[in-house]
């Protein structure tokens, strides 16, 4: 009985995808051109909650900001929680698409930036927003409850928290599961999934180094923060090359180093700017007290008037999937997908994703889709030249739509459908 359900769902799919698909490529491109930064998703945030109000959806908008949660509720069953992050980034597009973003808008700082889509958070709503509409209008082939959650401000890492912060967990039922997926550089028609650490723990922080400002002319009147960021700059590099064991994976990037104005001044103080990432909550912790403690030695080492200051400017905790739930994901994608679903390794991008199962505590499994022209892909493979394909941020970023769209709207019904039957 089981089996069978899941096979009528996924038969009547794929002809049922194939007429929505020229529909969701006018939505992707359509969101496309008219990317929002984090937290300012309203546009985004309105075509998701008229589409899913149009298919039944009981819909709550303006959660934790630009927030929508869709909710079906369709017999008795798991209720199973889909999310999609809606925010683009302050990125010029150059992509040279046809229906490239020329949208320029102002950051929270009030700096005037071009915006676009260069994380495929415009695909990531497509897809969420089709498979609402695939489940809502094949009603009798399952029974559970739908939550078609759409997320603002992933690239700031805050969104998520902000859903929570806003009472989701107290207005919405509390899901059995919760899936979701990014687009990433992989052969387009493919999907990765892992079970554990999928997507690295990420933390930046800003740290000021203080100093005394004098003439350029006269150093021992000084106490040069220049010096004192660029001797920091470099110990720093020594927390994951001497203090991590090699077989641990850790990222430590100063990403911006600001200090001064003029060649013949000695400037007050000195920024740095630092980006981590980690995959086991162990060496995260001694990394980030190894930062404190650095920063204050270099700066003790240069006689500071005071002691650095830190404010963090984000964080991210590890995407770490379950692994009961990530074998049913398994075993549906390869009925699915068959050798196009395959078992990727971790990567070293970070998400907020997880931030919905950590509070319910409730299992969660977050995949990759690819989203390169397969011909490019499998040539760069031959010539191992992987790593010169556009990736998500870069201003070239440019995910094939086909059959990208349509991969990404299976793995997703695919999933859910595990749940359901
Ligand atoms: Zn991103
Ligand atoms: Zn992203």
Redesign the pocket.
């Known amino acids: 009985m089981e089996t069978s359900q899941i096979k009528t769902i996924n038969h009547n799919m794929d002809s049922f995808i194939d007429q929505l698909l020229p529909e969701l490529e006018a939505i992707y491109k359509d969101i496309h051109q008219h990317p929002e930064l984090s937290m300012q998703e309203t546009r985004t945030a309105k075509i998701a909650a008229d589409y899913l109000n149009k298919y039944g959806f009981d819909v709550t908008t303006g959660v934790g900001g630009t927030g929508v949660v869709g909710l079906m509720q369709n017999g008795a069953g798991p209720i199973v929680m889909l999310r999609a992050?809606m925010?683009a980034l302050p990125v010029k597009e150059d992509t040279g698409l046809p229906y490239a973003s020329t949208k320029v808008a102002r950051d929270p700082e009030g700096v005037e930036v071009g915006v676009s889509h260069v994380?495929?958070?415009d695909l990531?709503v497509t897809w969420l927003m089709g498979a609402a509409r695939l489940f809502s209008e094949h009603r009798d082939q399952w029974e559970g409850t739908l939550m078609a959650v759409f997320q603002p401000g992933?690239?700031i890492g805050r969104g998520a928290q902000s859903m929570i912060d806003d009472g989701m967990m107290e207005r919405f039922p509390r899901p059995d599961i919760i899936l979701g997926q990014?687009?990433m550089v992989g052969e387009s028609g493919t999907v990765g999934y892992r079970s554990g650490t999928i997507l690295a723990a990420g933390n930046s922080m800003k740290v000021k180094l203080f100093g005394r400002g004098a003439h350029g002319s006269q150093p021992q009147t000084s106490v040069d923060p220049v010096v004192m960021a660029a001797a920091t700059t470099m110990r720093l590099q020594t927390i994951v090359s001497r203090e991590i064991a090699p077989i641990e994976n850790a990222v430590l990037t100063v990403g911006a180093l600001q200090a001064g104005t003029k060649e013949n001044i000695i400037p007050e103080d000195a920024t740095l700017k630092l980006n981590i990432r980690t995959f086991n909550d162990g060496v995260k912790d001694h990394i980030l007290s190894a930062v404190k403690r650095i920063c204050c030695a270099e700066c003790a080492a240069s006689n500071a008037p005071r002691d650095p200051e830190y404010t963090e400017l984000d964080s991210y905790p590890l995407t770490e999937n379950d692994a009961k739930a990530t074998a049913k994901v398994a075993q549906a994608f390869a009925a699915e997908f068959g050798n196009k679903a395959y078992e990727t390794q971790p990567a070293s991008?970070s998400?907020d994703f997880s931030i919905f199962g950590r509070n319910w505590k409730v299992p969660y499994v977050f995949w990759f889709v690819g989203g390169t022209d397969p011909a490019v892909f499998l040539e760069a493979k031959k010539k191992s030249q992987l790593n010169t394909i556009p990736s998500?941020?870069s201003p070239k970023f440019a995910p094939v739509i086909h059959p990208t769209l349509k991969t990404g709207l299976q793995a997703m019904i695919t999933a859910a459908a595990a749940w359901f039957n």
């Open positions: 992050d925010d994380c495929g958070h990531h992933e690239e990014h687009v991008a998400e998500n941020h």
